[in-house]
């Protein structure tokens, strides 16, 4: 066969456009910084790509949840700490206010004057919002859980640790998703108690003059003290439970990322050498096709 001119010109030009591609990718994954920048240099690369993409993302969303989850956690606990530092200046007025030897009729009405101040704070502890949502509600968290207005506190079942006791919407829980299938209840179904130390407040608020009922009432506060460290454990537990879950979704994001970055991310040295490599070839392909085609076409890349 018969080679001519045009076949060496073609072939010269064919290899170094190929070499010119070659270069261009090199160059393009050095400015990104990514092994593929479209579909089409690598399907599978991109595949896996977006998988771990979305897991990131999956475990950036489940940490704002988990945030979400710790400000009404936090702000539950500090509210029952005040509606317990409230029962315990309570205690301490309903314990002198028993002492019959020493209190008279006025003394004993001025406590029960600070007493009402004691109970209209835990009505306002018991409507304590999170944003917008009232937190001691249930899932009513658009309405307060005491409601002066509408007679105070809503109904409620007189048993909610009974499951055979239908619950109102007042004592349902609210759960947020924090984890693939796990959920982290986010609030205290505290209106049955914060309902038992209003009508604890309205006992005492009915005492006589002479002081008989108040050695009742210092129990009475002790059990509802009880209550709240209660409750107040039973947040703590949970907020542990959601730093375990933070723990678990940053070695998640870790191991999401790390795969993501194996799967994209270029090695730049090796990168760099094939750069250099690349050249060298388009170099010595420039050199060669110079040798092999007409000596003018020379003349006029020199």
Do not use: C
């Not at 018969?2 to 050095?30: A, D, F, H, I, P």
């Not at 991109?46 to 710790?70: C, P, S």
């Not at 008279?104 to 704070?121: A, C, G, H, N, S």
């Amino acid at each position: 066969m018969r080679v001519t001119q045009s076949m060496l010109s073609n072939n010269m030009l064919r290899n170094l456009s190929t070499s010119y591609n070659k270069m261009g990718k090199l160059q393009e994954q050095l400015s990104s910084g990514k092994k593929v920048n479209r579909p089409s240099d690598d399907p599978v690369v991109v595949m896996k790509g977006m998988g771990y993409r979305m897991q990131v993302d999956k475990v950036a969303t489940f940490q704002k949840n988990l945030g979400e989850v710790n400000n009404w956690l936090d702000s539950s606990d500090d509210a029952l700490d005040g509606v317990g530092q409230a029962l315990h200046r309570a205690k301490e007025l309903v314990t002198n206010a028993a002492n019959t030897g020493a209190m008279t009729p006025e003394d004993r009405e001025k406590i029960k004057i600070e007493l009402v101040q004691l109970q209209k704070q835990i009505q306002d502890l018991a409507n304590t919002k999170v944003g917008d949502k009232y937190i001691f509600s249930g899932t009513m968290t658009d309405k307060p859980l005491y409601d002066d207005g509408n007679g105070g506190y809503p109904q409620l079942s007189t048993n909610p640790n009974n499951p055979a006791t239908t619950l109102t919407a007042y004592e349902k829980g609210i759960e947020i998703e924090v984890f693939d299938g796990v959920s982290l209840k986010v609030n205290t179904a505290a209106g049955e108690m914060f309902k038992k130390i209003n009508d604890m407040f309205e006992g005492i608020s009915q005492i006589g003059a002479d002081g008989e009922g108040f050695s009742n009432g210092i129990s009475t506060i002790d059990g509802l003290m009880n209550d709240v460290l209660t409750a107040r454990a039973d947040i703590g537990a949970r907020s542990n439970r959601a730093e375990l879950m933070h723990n678990r979704l940053e070695m998640q994001e870790g191991a999401a990322k790390k795969q993501q970055s194996e799967n994209e991310d270029i090695d730049y040295e090796k990168v760099i050498t094939e750069m250099i490599t690349q050249e060298s070839i388009h170099r010595a392909a420039l050199s060669v096709g110079a040798r092999i085609i007409q000596p003018s076409l020379v003349d006029f890349l020199r």
